[in-house]
């Protein structure tokens, strides 16, 4: 555990993670943890009626809180938890979106954009793509995304896999990480990429973050109870944070 607070915390109703919210909870507890934050992927209201097969259905909302306000009461005297969704920043959705969550006590959300727009009508941003134009609308909407006020942080802010000119990326990744720090907006060191060895968290990336300054969140994005007490992945995440000296963020976001 590198830092005492973890954000970034999934359930099954996202369709591809495992195990019970109270098994989320007891494995923060015996991991260390004094804040765990649930931020399960946040459902879409689609008006042409399509079905997501990796976020939480918007009927799934009501239960989602019930079961978490439900949890926080209960582990009140042995862990802090925070309710709220990993979302994308899609402009077109927003506003249903808002009337979807407007009756529950939403605590925060968590910008983690996974594509460029609406899921079924755009690229997954995880599949290695040359395209210059998709790279740069990429920082654009994350950009616009922060400047909404919404997020409490960007998760894996380089999920995106480009294999296109090194040189453009690091223009481009240079403009994000700018303006992501004049912004004191936090960036994610993603430990389940880290613990599976996905493209990220990125020393290209990283390499840029740490020119540029800016302040930085280890996030689980555990999938799994086990993964809130996976040593080896926190081990290896420690490794690539002290191979680029970066800063952490020394207290938590919410509190």
Same mark, same amino acid.
């Not at 690229?123 to 290695?128: D, I, W």
């Not at 802010?157 to 990326?169: A, C, L, M, R, T």
């Given at each position: 555990m590198l830092q005492p607070f973890n954000y970034h915390t999934h359930t099954f109703r996202c369709r591809h993670a495992e195990g019970e919210d109270r098994e989320y909870?007891?494995?923060?507890? &015996?991991?260390?943890? &004094? +804040?765990?934050g649930f931020s399960d992927h946040c459902p879409w209201v689609y008006e042409d009626g399509f079905v997501s097969t990796m976020r939480m259905a918007p009927g799934d909302v009501e239960g989602y809180f019930h079961s978490l306000e439900t949890l926080r009461d209960e582990y009140k005297n042995e862990i802090q938890i925070f309710i709220g969704f990993e979302?994308?920043?899609?402009?077109?959705? %927003?506003?249903?979106?808002d009337r979807l969550l407007s009756d529950f006590p939403l605590?925060? %959300? +968590?910008?983690?954009?996974?594509?460029l727009g609406q899921e079924h009508k755009s690229?997954?941003?995880?599949?290695?793509l040359r395209n210059d134009e998709i790279l740069h609308r990429y920082v654009d909407t994350v950009i616009e995304g922060v400047k909404t006020g919404k997020y409490l942080y960007v998760a894996h802010?380089?999920? +995106?896999?480009? +294999?296109?000119?090194? &040189?453009?990326?690091e223009t481009e990744m240079t403009r994000l990480c700018t303006f992501l720090m004049e912004a004191d907006m936090p960036i994610e060191i993603n430990q389940l990429g880290a613990a599976d060895g996905r493209q990220y968290p990125s020393d290209r990336f990283f390499q840029i973050a740490k020119k540029i300054g800016?302040?930085?969140i280890v996030g689980i994005d555990a999938h799994a109870p086990h993964q809130l007490l996976n040593k080896r992945g926190s081990a290896?995440?420690?490794?690539f944070i002290q191979k680029h000296s970066l800063p952490l963020l020394q207290a938590p976001p919410l509190s």
């Open positions: 909870v007891e494995a923060a507890i &015996k991991a260390g943890y &004094k +804040i765990l979302s994308e920043y899609v402009p077109e959705l %927003m506003e249903g979106q605590d925060y %959300m +968590i910008l983690g954009q996974h594509f690229v997954y941003l995880g599949a290695p802010p380089d999920v +995106i896999h480009f +294999i296109g000119s090194e &040189k453009y990326y800016n302040t930085c290896i995440t420690e490794e």
